[in-house]
């Protein structure tokens, strides 16, 4: 995993090359965690093994990849499907999909959008449920 030095706050403590709470709070929100202060705490008390109320970058770097190889996919997907799903009926359709494609400037024709999702809707209802979108996502 490569973080960049612009992930880490920029503070005196970086000279020894350690982060506070605040820091290690605002790098890991930087990577899209949402994490709670108490787990936070939790984190900096495991990883704290000079009691200095700090946690070191290659610890930070240690947590961080943990925490990446913890998310979990089917998850990540359902917030994708979502952004397709505008009216939350569990389905995709071909409107729905017109008006993501246009979000995007993608100029698919009707034919290809209505071929996107005849070849994926195994369910023969003419729209795109979460599971067939897992199936999508996994034939490529």
Do not use: C, W
């Not at 900096?44 to 700090?54: L, P, V």
């Not at 190889?69 to 994708?80: G, H, S």
């Amino acid at each position: 995993m490569n973080f960049t030095g612009s992930t880490l706050p920029k503070s005196p403590s970086n000279r020894q090359h350690e982060l506070d709470y605040h820091e290690f709070k605002v790098a890991l929100r930087a990577l899209g965690f949402e994490i709670h202060k108490t787990e936070i705490e939790r984190l900096m008390r495991d990883y704290d093994r000079q009691n200095t109320n700090k946690i070191t970058y290659n610890d930070f770097y240690a947590v961080a990849a943990e925490m990446v190889l913890q998310r979990d996919l089917r998850e990540e997907i359902f917030k994708a499907f979502k952004l397709f799903d505008d009216d939350e009926s569990g389905k995709i359709s071909l409107k729905k999909l017109r008006r993501v494609a246009q979000e995007l400037g993608d100029n698919t024709n009707e034919e290809e959008l209505q071929a996107m999702i005849d070849e994926f809707d195994l369910d023969g209802d003419g729209e795109i449920n979460f599971d067939e979108f897992m199936s999508m996502l996994n034939s490529n």
